[in-house]
């Protein structure tokens, strides 16, 4: 079995995705190295000949992230940055195109995207550490967030024209996604009108994520309390 027998065939992964050996590379350890094209997004890597033949070589391009997403090929030069800064970028995807995420009625469910170009993680990370207000120890320590309004109010899209850094306190103060008027109403039937969760939460001991779920229906009530959206009430 020589060392180029299978350059020019077609395999399938274990996700049904075709791919095409392009050529040989190199041999370590007795194991043979190819190059593969993957005939859909034409993206190609290196793989090793035993994964090849048994289908374990994946797409990084493939939008295996709710169908929208794909994490590229990110690089791991910076472990530790590039770990926390793809749990961040999941959640931005989730909250925009998972119809059962908690935040996705705040987010897709009010038309935010993500632009195009961030809806590869590998774009994503080049492209933060350049954006307005970056600090890397700030965000390695969640000091600050990625915010999408403060330049255009109401903006529905995420990308690195439309965003900036800014404190976490100031970002969990103005968030228009939550800032919609809604009525709280104690045990007692007193009625307060708000436009924050959080601030909501704080004078009255309670927990803004747990407002939000009686805002959308999920629940009737929280420690006594009801709300409800003002515009639901005209």
Known sequence: MGKEDIVGEIFINNNGE?????????????????????????????????????????DDYSKHIYGVACKGNASSTYPKFNKLAFKRWYAMIERCYNK????????????????????????????????????????????????????IDNNLVYSKDTCCFISRSKNAKYQPSKMKKFIAISSDGDSYVFNNQNECAREFGLTARTIGKVLNGDLKSHKGWTFRYIQQDL
Request: aromatic fraction near 20%; include cysteine.
């Open 18 to 58: 075709q791919f095409k050996v392009n050529k040989y590379l190199y041999c370590k350890n007795t194991e043979y190295y190819y190059e593969v094209e993957f005939i859909k997004t034409h993206s190609k890597k290196m793989a090793e000949k035993r994964n090849i033949k048994y289908g374990r070589v994946r």
């Open 100 to 151: 059962d995420a908690y935040m996705y009625p705040s987010y897709g469910g009010k038309g935010v995207i993500v632009d195009d170009r961030w809806l590869c993680f590998e774009n994503y990370i080049k492209d933060i550490k350049e954006i307005n207000g970056f600090d890397y120890d700030k965000y390695i320590s969640g000091s600050i967030q990625l915010d999408k309004d403060m330049f």
